[in-house]
């Protein structure tokens, strides 16, 4: 009776040992928690815009053919080990690496290596309106329409195993740039036809398979996803053992998070609060200026704005330097070029127009104004880190504009109907933004000022200026980038001639993160990416 | 009482598609297209817009689009989200557990803090602890649940230290998906133990905020409804025939002051819901008024008005076996 009672009373010390044992474990793990801002739309990055899928999904789980390099936006080789373009600069030839694994979960077991069906099946379900899976989850592939894919792959060839071939319909060079974006993730074809079988296709856009430095475990909306190390990763298993993104959406919340402890990295947290997080001892701020640009589009094609006096005017009246100080506390630049300094091709040389009210008078007296005009100024009603608040700026902006006789009324809306009555022109003056997408600058001068965007409304300012738009499109389809930077300087001097903006500012970029997180760098492209992140 | 299942049972029809087309009309008449609000600053072709548009099925006429979402849902299928691409009854239940959690826990607190409250101010009638309650419970009845909650992180989270900023659990506990509610899903975790206790230090202060409207109704109600009771007769009676004070104050008196009581209880229903919208966003706690909310703020259609249709379906429920609950109890109500 006795020793059973003893065998009994021996079973929950076990259980307390093994418990003991396990949270031991537990925290020799090494589990980093981001506490992201929101929660992805989805886990496949192909059918994805917002930076919440592209660092829930394309940065921890995939690869793609090239990749940018940590920290900047140099391309680099990724599953594809090098590439040759063909002369004429339609033909590229992708080398693929070899005995590169996809993960392995409880829902999928990889039978073979990426290979060059894993291209052609990723690249054809965006392409071909035919393929299995081409119209699941919704079929729309905003992001690689928007580049203009859809239209410059002409077919993908699969020479062996090893070798793809991207035949174009024209040569453009920031192609390359394109194949290192999120959307350009390369899919499982195997998990593919696994599904297809069984019917699940949407299953590969909620439960993603890749070949990337984590493997996803599960999600839980607005809540968190939980990601374990790739322990056949092609460049080394991650230090980090776990990986949890603890969805947080309010900033001042996540700011909280991280000084309890409860996170160890939080993205774009309120410039208001840098003072107090630099002056903690236990956080690091990182900062780096921002692939973006802030400017106030001018509706061109809407009196009294077609006169460039007039445009000239509006660039001289505005004290854009009290705006870097009030709105963006300092952390940001006056901008003069559209593209920010931190792009190749960013010209030096263009001359800015100062602020200088007396010459602003003067623009306006030669343009037939002499005592202003009335107009109608839109602010933007949310906040982005290239433009932190809006109404602010819109105020001050104001307050300018008053001062060289310019009435300017101030009107918002809410965000979906800014876009919507912007996109059909219905703004005189309107306050907007940009972040860049691939480095290359084309992804700001083509998609915010040629003629073609101006029917697409993502040129605000309406403007379709053919001596600039010559010199984007002969930069665009160079291949030397020496001549592409030539041809971009100048394109950034007839932009500044014309004036269809004011270029407003350059903001900076901030990580707010626990000391013993190290190894990370930003991305100038505004995502997050753990691989080779270390907790010490 | 069949028949005035029955009854009763028709009238929820006209409600239900009063709320179909409210909800469906009334997200309608927010400017802001979801397509535009996906594709932000970017913008896209007309033709890639056309194409999106087409997928959402936004590119059918209103009448046609009412038509699909009423008729789909009597099928059972609530459509499936804009922003999640997940069908929205799979992300309904997912989330509906939280806020049932939060309400649950929310209600009882409320109960057994504001009914022995309400007895005591009752009994010590126009007494200091009497005033002082009846004044704190106006404050806590008119106090707004947004601003109530930013206080509590501030003093509790922030200052003291003692409990989490926000969400549900802490993250490092890996609590396998059970039955929804992490007050049970967390005993078959590995770390049982401290997992509890973290869902508890992460339920505490959201119960609080919401639960305080409802503590201080059950606190006034149960004070009146006691006053009324204690001046009884039959009160009088019991403590003739020698049964002490305490013995006829609850056996007696609460037990008959309880009536009106589980009435406003029941009723909390819909305060608890809509209390929980402001709550949740608050505290990022992943139920159903943050879902909501966030659904406005993106304009998910058919997450809005299929989520409002079974909130309201819930509540109709609810209400619909609490009258039948009295037309049982009393035959007088059926032929109402």
Redesign the interface.
């Given at each position: 009776m006795r020793q059973n009672f003893m065998k009994l009373a021996l079973i929950p010390a076990l259980g307390l040992l093994a418990t003991a044992a396990f949270s031991q474990q537990a925290q020799a793990a090494k589990t980093f928690v981001y506490c992201s801002e929101a929660s992805p739309k989805t886990f496949n990055p192909q059918l994805g815009t917002d930076g919440a899928t592209f660092n829930a999904s394309s940065r921890p789980v995939y690869n793609r053919l090239v990749d940018f390099e940590r920290g900047t936006t140099k391309v680099i080789p990724s599953l594809a080990e090098k590439w040759d373009v063909s002369k004429d600069g339609k033909t590229i030839t992708f080398h693929l690496r070899k005995n590169v694994q996809f993960h392995t979960t409880p829902y999928f077991t990889p039978t073979r290596p990426f290979n060059a069906d894993d291209v052609l099946f990723t690249f054809n379900r965006m392409l071909k309106a035919d393929h299995p899976y081409n119209k699941v989850s919704g079929g729309v592939y905003e992001y690689f329409t928007s580049m203009d894919m859809n239209k410059l792959i002409k077919s993908i060839d699969k020479v062996d195993d090893h070798t793809v071939k991207f035949v174009l319909t024209r040569a453009e060079a920031p192609i390359i740039a394109n194949m290192a974006m999120d959307f350009a993730s390369i899919l499982s074809a195997e998990y593919g036809d696994q599904l297809l079988k069984a019917k699940k296709q949407e299953m590969m856009d909620i439960q993603p398979v890749g070949t990337g430095p984590f493997v996803w475990k599960s999600y839980r909306k607005d809540s968190e996803i939980r990601y374990e190390a790739n322990p056949t990763y092609f460049e080394g298993k991650s230090p980090l053992d776990r990986l949890v993104f603890a969805i947080t959406k309010d900033p001042n919340v996540r700011i909280q998070k991280l000084k309890r402890g409860e996170c160890h990295f939080v993205a774009e947290p309120p410039p208001t609060d840098l003072k107090a997080l630099r002056a903690d001892s236990k956080i690091t701020v990182m900062e780096q200026e921002g692939l973006n640009v802030a400017y106030l589009g001018i509706n061109v094609t809407k009196p009294p704005f077609d006169k460039l006096e007039v445009r000239k005017a509006l660039a001289h009246a505005l004290n854009r330097q009290s705006y870097i100080d009030a709105i963006y506390l300092g952390n940001a630049v006056v901008a003069k070029n559209p593209i920010p300094p931190t792009m190749w091709s960013y010209n030096e040389k263009t001359v800015d127009d100062d602020f200088d009210i007396a010459k602003s008078k003067q623009l306006l007296t030669k343009a037939g104004f002499p005592n202003g005009f009335q107009t109608t100024l839109w602010y933007m009603p949310v906040s982005r880190p290239y433009n932190p608040n809006g109404k602010k700026m819109g105020e001050m902006m104001q307050a300018d504009l008053a001062k060289v006789g310019i009435k300017a009324d101030l009107q918002t809306f809410d965000w979906g109907a800014y876009l919507d009555k912007a996109r059909a022109g219905q703004h005189q003056l309107i306050m907007m933004g940009w972040t860049g997408d691939n480095g290359d600058p084309d992804n700001f001068l083509s998609v915010l000022l040629s003629c073609e965007a101006a029917k697409n409304g993502s040129n605000y300012s309406r403007w379709c200026y053919q001596p600039f738009e010559k010199l984007i499109d002969q930069a665009k389809v160079g291949s030397d980038q020496k001549a592409r930077t030539k041809l971009y300087q100048e394109a950034q001097i007839v932009f500044k001639s014309q004036a269809p903006w004011v270029t407003l500012a350059h903001s900076k970029a901030f990580r707010a993160m626990t000391k013993n997180v190290q190894g990370y760098k930003m991305s100038p492209l505004g995502t997050d990416a753990f691989y080779g992140v270390d907790l010490k | 009482m069949f028949r005035y299942l029955l009854k009763r049972l028709a009238e929820v029809i006209p409600t239900l598609i009063g709320i179909t087309l409210i909800s469906f009309a009334l997200i309608r008449l927010?400017?802001?297209?979801?397509v535009?609000?996906?594709?932000?600053?970017?913008?896209?072709?007309?033709e890639?817009l056309a194409?999106?548009r087409s997928?959402?099925g936004l590119d059918k006429p209103l009448p046609v689009q009412y038509g699909v979402f009423v008729g789909n849902a009597l099928k059972g299928d609530l459509g499936t989200s804009i922003?999640?691409?997940?069908p929205v009854s799979e992300?309904f239940s997912?989330?509906f557990t939280a806020t049932l959690e939060l309400g649950v826990v929310a209600l009882i607190l409320a109960i057994l803090i504001g009914l022995p409250l309400g007895v005591l101010a009752a009994v010590k009638r126009n007494s200091l602890f009497d005033y002082s309650l009846m004044t704190t419970s106006l404050i806590g009845y008119s106090m707004p649940i947004f601003w109530w909650g930013l206080i509590l992180?501030l003093i509790f989270?922030?200052q003291l230290?003692w409990t989490?900023?926000?969400?549900?659990m802490?993250?490092?506990y890996?609590v396998p998906?059970w039955t929804g509610f992490y007050l049970l899903d967390v005993w078959k975790s590995?770390?049982a133990w401290?997992a509890f206790k973290s869902a508890v230090s992460h339920l505490i202060l959201p119960a609080i905020a919401l639960g305080t409207i409802p503590l201080a109704t059950i606190a006034r109600m149960t004070r009146s409804s006691m006053l009324e009771v204690l001046g009884e007769d039959y009160m009088r009676t019991a403590r003739a025939k020698g049964l002490s004070r305490t013995r006829v104050i609850f056996l007696h008196g609460l037990r008959n002051a309880l009536v009106p009581v589980i009435t406003v209880i029941g009723l909390m229903a819909g305060t608890i819901v809509t209390g929980a919208v402001l709550t949740e966003t608050i505290f990022?706690w992943?139920g159903i008024g943050?879902?909501l909310v966030?659904s406005v703020r993106q304009?998910d259609y058919p997450v809005i008005q299929s989520g409002i249709l079974l909130i309201a379906t819930i509540i109709i429920v609810v209400n619909l076996l609490v009258d039948l609950a009295y037309a049982w109890a009393n035959p007088r109500l059926r032929g109402k």
């Open positions: - | 927010i400017p802001g297209d979801p535009l609000l996906m594709i932000g600053e970017r913008g896209a072709s007309p890639v194409e999106m997928a959402y922003t999640s691409s997940r992300e997912e989330r992180i989270s922030v230290g989490p900023v926000a969400g549900r802490d993250v490092m890996d998906h590995t770390e401290p990022s992943p943050l879902w966030d304009r």
